[in-house]
Structures are given as C-alpha cells and as structure tokens.
C-alpha cells in the first residue's frame, strides 16, 4: 500500500456513538440549567429585597417584616421564604438582615438537586 492509499482510507468525523454521547451530556447540562436557572433568579430577587429594606431606614423587627412581606407580594418570584425566615440583628447600630433558605429541584424522578441559598444586607 502506498501512503496515498493509505491516507484516502483512514475516516475522520464523529461516529454515531460519539454524537449520541455528546448529545446526552449537553441534554443532561441543559436540563439542569433550565431547572436551577429560576431558582437563582428568585435568590437574587430576595437579595435585593433584603438590600432595599435595609437601606430604606426600617429599625424594628416588625417593620422589617412588614416591608418584606410587602415586597413578597409585589415580586411573584419569592415563594420560598417569607419574613419569618429573616434573621434581623443590629451590629454597629446598623441593621443586618440575613437570610438561609434550600431548595430542592427535582431533576428525574428518584434525582434531586439540594442547592443552599444564603445571604445578608452589607
């Protein structure tokens, strides 16, 4: 065999085991980007809840709370935690509100996705 002959046999490309390979891990990625992808939405909506609440002035646990609630009920996204969920505490006579929350995400039917959200005003 000369080595043009040889060249002109040898095949390149993806075989049909590799493509369906590929296409699995990127269908797996993506289901569990379009899963976790509202979650972390609802995260940054209930962190910037917390930030505006604490910059609005509110001092008291209550109006805290209160202000909170309110904000749950203008953003539809919160679902996972309400005000009793926010730890309200006072350091350097500046309140600091925290918050911890899990979500649990359903990925097929005996696999979930435990993610742990936490966060606080500066």
Known sequence: MTVEHRKA???RGVTLFGLLFWAIVIGFFALVGLRVLPTVNEFFTIKSAVQKIA???ASTVPEI???FDKQVQIEYSIVSMTSKD???TKVNDK???AFAYNKEIELMAPVYLLIKYEGRSR
Request: charged share 20%; hydrophobic share 45%; net charge positive.
């Open 9 to 11: 046999r040898s095949q």
């Open 65 to 67: 709370r209160s202000a």
């Open 95 to 97: 309140v600091v509100i």
């Open 55 to 57: 910059a609005s002035g």
């Open 86 to 88: 926010l730890e309200i």
